[in-house]
Every structure is written in C-alpha cells, then in structure tokens.
C-alpha cells in the first residue's frame, strides 16, 4: 500500500540506508516545506519549490553562523543535494508553549525562561552584521504602511475593535524609526518555534530560523507576546541587564497590535484565516 511518504522515506534511504527499518513519521507542514521525523531523533525536510529551497539554503547557512555564538540549542542543519534536495537534522526534543501552559508554570520557571531567552536575544543583537549578510541574511519582511493596513483590516473587524485598531493604526502612522536601530534577530519567537519540556518545565531549544534577517531592534520582542505578555516583560528586563540597552515597552506593545492587523490586512484575500487573525487581533486588544 503507497503512502504519502513514500517518496521522503525513499529519498532520505539514499543516504541513510540504515534507517530501512526505522519508524517514518510526518511532521505537521509549514508554509514552505514538509517535514519528516525519523525514530523520533532525526528531522528531515523537504522544500517544496524553488523559493522553498533557496530558503532552505539560506537558512542552513544562517544556523551555521549562528550557532557558535549562541548559548540556545538550535537545529544543526546538514543539506543532502540531490533530486530532490533536503535536509536533515538532529531533534531538538520539545514541544510548542501555548498561553495556557506558560500561565501553569510556577514563577521560577518563568524566570528562568525569561532569562534563557533575554540571553538569546542579546547573543544573536551582537553578530555582526557582515557576517550574518554574508552568511545570507536580508531584510526581514516589510510590513504593509497605515493606509493600506487600514482599508485592507478594518472592513473585517467587527465594531467592538475599531476603536483599538484606529488608535495602532495612527500610532504607527506618527511612529519614529527605531531608536536602537536595525539588527540581525530571530523575528519569529513564539512559542510554535520552542522545543519547551513541559516535565522539566525548561526550554531544550529553537528552531525555524528561515523568517530571521535584519529588521528594526524592538520588533524582536513582539513575537513572544504570542505566549504571554508576562513573558515579554521578562524577556526585556533580562535583556536590559545584559546589554544596557533601555527598550521601550509602548513600542513593543504598539508593534504587537501593528502586527496582528497587518497579519489580518495580509491575508484580506483569504477569508479562511480571517476568524483566526481576527481573534488574535481580539486577544491582544483586551490586554489593552
């Protein structure tokens, strides 16, 4: 009987002959790439398209830049070429960190990871620049400007949040660049890129480095405001005492909303995904 990983499981014996008896599962897909667990130890992926696999190359060449100066475990990524090309790496063994997970850790536990990933932070703002744009790195993706946000997202929100977009957007509109400047970062640091032991109630890793690259400083910090903001106030206090940096905590909050309605103003032509972008517009607006 054929199965949809034939094709993956085929591929990856070309190279791993002795993984004929080992147990295939699929991974749940990304937006570019299908992923393949191999025994639970072993990750591979397999790019689907041309912009896929440029992306996949960079990314590999990014990790490999990155990992000798960063105390977090993230992904080793090694590239088998080939028809088709993909790549392989060690499990980093975790699961996601939703909300209400963070909200049952005890405080130290929270401390703890707001510290881990304060240093994080502070380790990847410290690359070089050339380095990182050697190794690949570019500008991270370009948010959409006030006026197109506004009449792409506001027609989708119910009334009940008009009020709070109209105020982002605006702030946004009369928003300074960023007063620290642009920097190599992560840019995706939600909890659907953490390998959290929830036994141990510890971070074992991150991963999923392709949406990184150069963008401005503060934006960083949003993205674990996914999980919970308490998370973020402690990201910012750990990485304030590391790097001197004062962040400025409106900004981040400001961002956060930006990001949500531009998510929602990006995907107007796809009303499948409204009722979840509108949600998440909704969540971040009643912590307001």
């Known amino acids: 009987m054929t199965s949809e990983l034939d094709p993956f499981r ?32 072993l990750v591979f992926k397999f790019p689907q398209g041309e912009e896929a696999e440029l992306a996949l190359r960079r990314e590999a060449s990014i990790l490999a830049a990155v990992r000798p100066h960063v105390s977090m475990p993230v992904p080793d990524l090694r590239l088998h070429e080939g028809m088709p090309l993909f790549s392989e790496h060690a499990i980093i063994h975790g699961a996601h960190l939703e909300t209400a ?9 929270r401390q703890a990871l707001g510290e881990v990933m304060a240093g994080f932070y502070a380790q990847l703002h410290a690359l070089d620049r050339a380095a990182m744009t050697a190794a690949g790195a570019c500008p991270v993706e ?52 953490m390998a959290f032991d929830h036994a141990a109630g510890r971070l074992n890793g ?16 949003i993205y674990s405001n996914f999980i919970d903001p308490d998370l973020t106030a402690r990201i910012i206090d750990g990485y304030e005492r590391l790097t001197g940096r004062a962040i400025d905590r409106a900004r981040v909050a400001l961002l956060t909303g930006l990001h949500r309605l531009w ?22 607006a009643a912590r307001q």
């Open 10 to 41: 085929k591929a990856i014996l070309t190279v791993h002959p002795d993984l004929e008896d080992a147990a295939f599962r699929a991974l749940p897909g990304g937006w570019h790439s299908r992923a393949v667990a191999v025994d639970d130890r």
């Open 101 to 109: 997970q963070y909200e049952a850790l005890p405080e130290g536990r």
């Open 142 to 193: 370009r948010w959409l400007d006030g006026d197109a946000i506004a009449a792409r997202a506001l027609p989708l929100l119910p009334a009940a949040l008009q009020s709070f977009a109209g105020r982002t957007i605006a702030g946004w509109r009369n928003l300074p660049p960023d007063p620290l400047g642009e920097t190599y970062g992560f840019f995706d640091g939600h909890g659907w890129n």
């Open 206 to 221: 991150i991963y999923d480095f392709a949406d990184s690259g150069f963008g401005p400083l503060h934006q960083d910090f």
């Open 263 to 284: 998510e929602l103003a990006a995907l107007a032509d796809a009303p499948e995904h409204h009722e979840t972008m509108i949600a998440s517009v909704a969540a971040w």
